[in-house]
């Protein structure tokens, strides 16, 4: 969401080497004066000032070579705010949003999912000078190999974290009865938006209806779901990346997204568009060194050229667009490279880094083992598994008996997984994880290994595809 004279394809395919989910946050600004009161008075709109943020530079090599430098401090500074603290005194001081599976959200729109990826946090904090931020356009990354560049895609551990070929064609998602008297403008804006992104990438989003009255982060008939909050306002709505596990993939909607002014441009659609840029694994834009401000972190695969109106870039942090929050000609470029072109996406993708292969397919294997055990700080090996490069992987941890304990899940397809090296790795505080990821065009070896956090008994299913 930001402007730029005339730079060509935005979008950036984002790393996420810590965990971070992505929010749209409002721009402070002072309230408007209450009307007179009345018998159940409707609470004032919230008036934004739209405008890019002030002393906005150009992207020169020195600009953005400051801009590191900057960077840079204030990592070191962040750092030091909590050196010889504990992690009970930064849990405390972490807001943590409300309801099921609330999430912990630090600066304003760095998300946990779980107290150990909090901690985590914590310690690299605490542990390197420049252990700071989580957020992007660019498309986020998960571990692997192979670093394309270009709009901005999110990272999990240094791999693309975006939807393969075998799924981005059903984003099926529920819309809470919680909306009450507002739920069929939800239900429209939810489809209007994905509709822009339908038309610019070989993507579908698909509404049930049929599961909106069980719409809640553990119902498994839908990748994912949208429900109201209440987090006075800390955000207008948070989302997701396609990496996060089924709990995890919530689209949240607080009050104030309904309280904006009408004379705004801001509107719950573009909200809603930018949301769902993040569940397809954009990050935002601004967190590119080109921007100037507003820096999160490096953990982005750049798809296309920087672009300050991208419906992923803040306009307040040096962004040349406003809140209409709609996709520009360089997000649709960028959206095309990673997932093909849409229904209605006129953009030449000849500029496109990198594209996500088809999925492979073949004669699909599983293989069990139950009744398994794990002591506490060890780590157990199982694989490798022999299987069909450029295939889907689904590799499921289950807790057993009546005290499971808390097994973590490593998958890897190099080489066993370490504490420290890993493809994917849930890392949350209960025994049910699972990782699905399709295996890379350059491997045929599928690496998995369990970790007792605590003492553990699980179960562990691999479902893939032989070579």
Same mark, same amino acid.
């Given at each position: 969401m930001k402007s730029a004279p005339s730079l060509s394809l935005p979008?950036?395919?984002?790393?996420?080497?810590?965990?971070?989910?992505?929010? $749209?946050?409002?721009?402070?600004?002072?309230?408007?004066?209450?009307?007179?009161?009345?018998?159940?008075?409707?609470?004032?709109?919230?008036?934004?000032?739209?405008?890019?943020?002030?002393?906005?530079?150009?992207?020169?090599?020195?600009?953005?070579?400051?801009?590191?430098?900057?960077?840079?401090?204030?990592?070191?500074?962040?750092?030091?705010?909590?050196?010889?603290?504990?992690f009970e005194d930064f849990e405390k001081a972490v807001y943590r949003e409300p309801g099921e599976n609330g999430k912990y959200i630090v600066n304003g729109d760095i998300a946990f999912a779980d107290r150990k990826h909090l901690e985590e946090f914590f310690d690299h904090l605490q542990d390197s000078a420049n252990g700071v931020a989580g957020g992007k356009l660019v498309v986020n990354r998960i571990g692997g190999e192979g670093e394309p560049a270009g709009?901005?895609?999110?990272?999990?551990?240094?791999?693309?974290?975006?939807?393969?070929?075998?799924?981005?064609?059903?984003?099926?998602?529920?819309?809470?009865?919680?909306?009450?008297?507002?739920?069929?403008?939800?239900?429209?804006?939810?489809?209007?938006?994905?509709?822009?992104?339908?038309?610019?990438?070989?993507?579908?989003?698909?509404?049930?209806?049929?599961?909106?009255?069980? $719409?809640?982060?553990?119902?498994p008939g839908v990748v994912f779901d949208v429900r109201p909050v209440n987090v006075d306002g800390n955000y207008l709505a948070r989302a997701f990346f396609p990496s996060d596990q089924r709990r995890d993939r919530n689209v949240l909607i607080d009050e104030s997204a309904f309280q904006l002014d009408p004379a705004d441009k801001l509107k719950l659609v573009g909200i809603l568009r930018h949301e769902l840029g993040h569940a397809l694994g954009w990050r935002h834009e601004q967190t590119r060194p080109e921007a100037g401000t507003c820096f999160e972190d490096s953990d982005y695969i750049p798809v296309t050229d920087y672009d300050r109106f991208s419906v992923m870039h803040y306009p307040h942090c040096n962004g040349g667009g406003d809140w209409s929050l709609t996709l520009t000609a360089a997000d649709k470029a960028g959206a095309g490279c990673i997932y093909g072109k849409g229904s209605n996406n006129p953009e030449n993708l000849g500029a496109c880094r990198f594209r996500m292969p088809d999925v492979a397919s073949g004669s699909a294997a599983s293989e069990t083992f139950a009744a398994q055990t794990v002591a506490k700080g060890a780590m157990k090996h199982y694989g490798p598994f022999r299987v069909k490069p450029g295939s889907l992987l689904e590799v499921r941890l289950s807790g057993a008996g009546a005290t499971p304990g808390d097994p973590d899940l490593y998958v890897d397809f190099t080489r066993k997984p370490e504490l420290n090296r890993w493809v994917c790795r849930p890392y949350l505080s209960r025994a049910d994880e699972v990782c699905e990821l399709q295996v890379p065009s350059n491997r045929s070896e599928v690496f998995v290994a369990v970790r007792g956090y605590t003492a553990a008994n699980f179960g562990l299913q691999v479902n893939y595809v032989k070579p």
């Open positions: 979008l950036a395919l984002a790393l996420a080497a810590v965990l971070t989910a992505p929010a $749209c946050k409002r721009q402070e600004a002072p309230q408007p004066v209450a009307p007179a009161p009345e018998p159940t008075p409707e609470p004032p709109p919230i008036t934004l000032k739209i405008r890019p943020a002030s002393g906005a530079v150009e992207a020169s090599e020195a600009n953005v070579a400051k801009t590191k430098e900057q960077i840079a401090e204030s990592a070191q500074k962040m750092r030091e705010q909590w050196i010889g603290k504990s709009l901005a895609v999110a990272t999990f551990n240094g791999r693309a974290d975006v939807w393969n070929s075998g799924n981005k064609k059903r984003l099926t998602y529920c819309v809470s009865t919680g909306f009450g008297a507002r739920h069929a403008a939800v239900v429209a804006d939810m489809e209007a938006a994905g509709r822009a992104w339908e038309e610019a990438a070989d993507v579908d989003f698909v509404y049930l209806p049929a599961q909106n009255g069980n $719409c809640t982060a553990s119902n």
